[in-house]
């Protein structure tokens, strides 16, 4: 009897510790293998569904079908694998090799309790908590290491999550990383796999970043235009730990990994402007942008030879394009929808980026179309040595010009 | 002794609790009552003090002094809460009265297991977790009701943190709240308090957002230049539930709240350039900054008052940055430094804002310094009628003016 009583008093503990675990396990998870829209407060994916109702994506639900790989799970790539868990992407794949330390504290996503942690562990714990639906691949390893470029070349090849798509097994790569040889070691990678991938960076003063979309062939690779300085004979993670360390804040880390997925969504998804560069300057909140083409001398042979397959590919590429187009054209007359423009008032026409431009100020563009005059004389016309006499004649065409000054200074 | 070893048992089971319950609290805490830069692992503000050593921050430490507001803890505030929290801000007044659901998830920083507790608990117990430092207020109520704006205001006030700090007990209110009556009940307190606050929003289809200084008497207040349309007879909260709810991104929501805890950490500290206005339009990844002069005619009774007692306390001000600026070069030429410039070679003048522009074609600006000329004439001289018979003195003219035209057109 007390023998029962005793083995009672343990059974007793154990179910209360059972019965807390199981009931804060209902909470936290969640899983809805389709994305319903519907609004309601359970409804994790209620705020992004209304994306399509309110018109700026056409079919929010691919992001199922999405796998994205977060090289770094530092400051920028922890925030932007949360939000992509957070998005319901389908697949992550996260690379780090680093522990968890207070030192990173000052910065979002991971918490006191994970110190000692890898990364890659403190990322799926807290990841899978937040959103059991995405499929979460965790590496923990050095892509710079021998061993850990080919289990990272494996992992992207991969096409088990979706066998069907084409080129490699992910949508995109994210590079995340802290240093330059790991950037390289990137780009390297994506370039053998023709593998769009997007960089961003944080400045070691920690007041300016940007992000980058790189298409192998098609823009410039990390190679392509290499920093001016690099760290040079001494391993960059020792030189940042020996007293010199870098500058960090988690607004400028948290507003590059959002303006990164944010670029990372519309690539994916297909809506609004994917900005090629994009950098951000805290200081005086001003964001550059800007286009940088591949550099066909470039020292990346993996580069050189993607240049040379997009250049092959343009017949097709402009073939499928203008194909998309006429189905699109009558699909919309099909549906009885008046073409916008019926036909090119404009006399708009498509150059060949690679045709040399026709001279401006040539003879050629001296005709101008009927009804068209020009406002003031041409350059070559003043040019010209001026007849001697002809004084009259320029009598009048200074009158005209002093008219034209006059009404200018009026305006 | 069987009674014993069933007692025992109990204990074991306890104990294993006790000591795992204190290893997660010893490595889940620490306190740094000042902020250290030493660079070791073990450091959470080494990242933060690097600021001051790369010369972007001249004293980080002051941060430990402030105290920050931040009203709705929703999709930007919570992030913009444990932004500062990381940062090591001194204390943080947290004001919300709803509650976590799941179809919150889609933002950062609420984790599931937080479903059905108030926003404010939620907030607290991830805070502390994450930096114990930071004195943490929260208010679990509605400011727009009338015992909920009571509450605030008095919060407000309370210097009990820092009893020698002038004005209020707050140096920021940050209000990241989701609709117009909220945002109309910030900026009335805090025109009545004469409290500088940012202004935080994000767009209904989630892909744009902005951020704005408000300063009382010196900036637009919010009622200066109102929204155009706003809900009028229902309920904004009621609107967004029933059927027809909002959309939100966690990376635009992640940049807004970057954007503005970057633009806090400026004001606060005293680097960079604070922006008055800074949009986020994501689809075109466009930045649009501009500022706002009060409004004499504002509907806000307290902001009339503010504009006039900001008008009244201009002498003093101007005094005060005279000194100031006297003080700094006679301590620079103390220390034996050279000033920049000794003399004012520019001749630029401070111009009151308040005075009356002078006309920039008037004849009183005619009058060139010596050594200047005009490179063409002015608007004046053409439109004064032409005096007969001045054909040759007119040749003369135009000739110097075709002169021009050909070299503008030969450069």
Not at 131 to 156: A, K, R
Not at 354 to 382: H, M, Q, V, W, Y
Request: proline share 4%.
């Amino acid at each position: 009897m007390l023998q029962l009583t005793s083995c009672n008093c343990v059974l007793i503990v154990l179910l209360i510790l059972l019965s807390l675990y199981l009931f804060d396990d209902q909470k936290s998870r969640f899983s809805f293998h389709d994305m319903s829209a519907e609004v309601v407060d359970s409804n994790p994916y209620s705020r992004l569904m209304a994306l399509q109702r309110m018109g700026i994506v056409e079919n929010y639900e691919r992001i199922r079908e999405f796998s994205v790989a977060v090289v770094g799970i530092g400051g920028v790539g922890s925030v932007a694998a949360e939000m992509l868990t957070r998005c319901g992407i389908g697949r992550l794949l996260l690379y780090d090799y680093d522990k968890v330390e207070l030192a990173n504290m000052n910065r979002l996503f991971f918490r006191p309790d994970q110190v000692g942690m890898t990364k890659t562990d403190a990322a799926v714990q807290t990841l899978s908590d937040i959103n059991p639906d995405v499929v979460l691949e965790s590496y923990t390893l050095n892509i710079t290491s021998v061993q850990g470029f080919e289990t990272f070349m494996s992992s992207l090849k991969n096409k088990t999550f979706r066998p069907s798509k084409e080129g490699s097994g992910v949508d995109l790569v994210l590079s995340c990383v802290d240093n330059y040889e790991a950037r390289m070691v990137v780009n390297q990678a994506c370039n053998e796999l023709n593998q769009a991938w997007m960089e961003s960076g944080v400045s070691e003063d920690a007041v300016s970043g940007h992000i980058q979309l790189l298409i192998p062939g098609e823009t410039a690779c990390f190679a392509c235009a290499p920093p001016l300085v690099v760290a040079s004979g001494v391993d960059e993670r020792t030189l940042k730990r020996e007293g010199v360390c870098a500058a960090s804040l988690p607004t400028t880390m948290g507003v590059v990994a959002g303006l990164l997925v944010q670029n990372t969504l519309k690539f994916l998804l297909g809506f609004g402007h994917v900005s090629p560069y994009l950098g951000y300057n805290s200081l005086k909140d001003f964001f550059p942008t800007m286009t940088m083409k591949p550099n066909p001398q470039c020292s990346n042979a993996a580069c050189l030879e993607q240049q040379k397959e997009y250049i092959l590919a343009k017949p097709a590429r402009d073939a499928a394009a203008k194909a998309k187009m006429e189905a699109e054209a009558a699909a919309a007359a099909a549906a009885g929808d008046m073409p916008l423009h019926v036909d090119n008032e404009w006399n708009i026409s498509i150059v060949d980026d690679n045709e040399p431009a026709k001279s401006i100020c040539g003879t050629s563009s001296d005709a101008l179309p009927e009804g068209l005059t020009r406002e003031l004389p041409s350059a070559d016309e003043f040019q010209k040595p001026q007849a001697s006499g002809a004084t009259d004649s320029a009598i009048d065409d200074l009158e005209d010009l002093r008219r034209q000054l006059e009404a200018l200074n009026a305006a």
